[in-house]
């Protein structure tokens, strides 16, 4: 059966379209900031194009994304996790935004969740377990909920806290904590854990870390990136 292109019914060519969901997931700009610099290009649209686009295929190319990642996860991904959870505030209520991290950075899970408990870290443990397999340390902070959580699901012994141990997940949330000032916050919760997945899975598809790595070896990383990018929903 021939699978049929996303872009089928959209008159504007997919590379257009690829290119504007990457600039706004990618970086922290605000809508009307990718119809400025998409016209300096002699693209003219507006910026509820940009969103609409976004919002149509961005947890498309998310999933592919994910997809082809998620053997290599399951291989490498297992050693040590990385959990830690941040506030978000929507319409002036507070929520939680939890992710997971391996020990290379990459973001594996994030969950939203109203309240910091039991309940919220099970709710992250079970899909990442679920999807990864189960690790063999957990990095947490002192947030007793971690404890309970991994006591029930009998792997207590897994966890690990301590200053400064947890580093690598806090620094996890600076990419998305900018691009939330750019965004001028969320206003729902199912848009805030929409964008969440979409964002760790883009950022995850384009993270070089630099300073560890040869100049040439992370421009030649950083191309094929692109490239794999241009090639999304290609059918």
């Known amino acids: 059966?021939?699978?049929?292109?996303?872009?089928?019914?959209?008159?504007?060519?997919?590379?257009?379209?690829?290119?504007?969901?990457?600039?706004?997931?990618?970086?922290?700009?605000s809508l009307p900031n990718v119809e400025d610099l998409l016209h300096e290009r002699g693209i003219d649209i507006s910026h509820e194009t940009v969103r609409f686009w976004w919002n149509r295929f961005g947890p498309l190319m998310a999933v592919e994304i994910k997809q082809k990642r998620i053997q290599q996860l399951r291989t490498y991904s297992k050693w040590k996790w990385h959990i830690d959870e941040v506030f978000v505030k929507i319409k002036g209520d507070r929520h939680y935004l939890w992710g997971a991290v391996d020990a290379e950075g990459e973001v594996l899970e994030s969950v939203v969740t109203k309240r910091r408990n039991k309940h919220a870290a099970l709710k992250l443990l079970k899909k990442l377990m679920k999807r990864y397999?189960?690790?063999?340390?957990?990095?947490?902070?002192?947030?007793?909920?971690?404890?309970?959580?991994?006591?029930?699901?009998?792997?207590?012994?897994?966890?690990?806290?301590?200053?400064?141990?947890?580093?690598?997940?806090?620094?996890?949330?600076?990419?998305f904590r900018r691009k939330?000032?750019?965004?001028?916050?969320?206003?729902?919760?199912?848009?805030?854990?929409?964008?969440?997945?979409?964002?760790?899975?883009?950022?995850?598809?384009?993270?070089q870390d630099r300073?560890?790595?040869?100049?040439a070896h992370f421009k030649?990383?950083?191309?094929?990136?692109?490239i794999e990018w241009r090639g999304l929903l290609a059918g």
């Open 211 to 215: 300073s560890h790595i040869h100049r």
């Open 133 to 175: 397999g189960r690790a063999e340390k957990i990095v947490t902070d002192r947030l007793r909920s971690y404890g309970a959580a991994l006591r029930e699901l009998g792997c207590p012994t897994k966890q690990e806290t301590g200053r400064w141990l947890n580093n690598r997940a806090e620094n996890s949330h600076q990419p």
């Open 220 to 226: 030649q990383s950083r191309t094929a990136a692109l």
């Open 180 to 207: 939330e000032r750019a965004m001028q916050r969320f206003r729902q919760m199912r848009s805030l854990q929409k964008f969440a997945s979409v964002h760790a899975s883009v950022f995850n598809h384009f993270n």
């Open 1 to 29: 059966m021939t699978e049929h292109s996303p872009f089928r019914y959209f008159k504007t060519s997919p590379e257009i379209i690829r290119l504007a969901v990457m600039m706004y997931i990618r970086f922290p700009l």
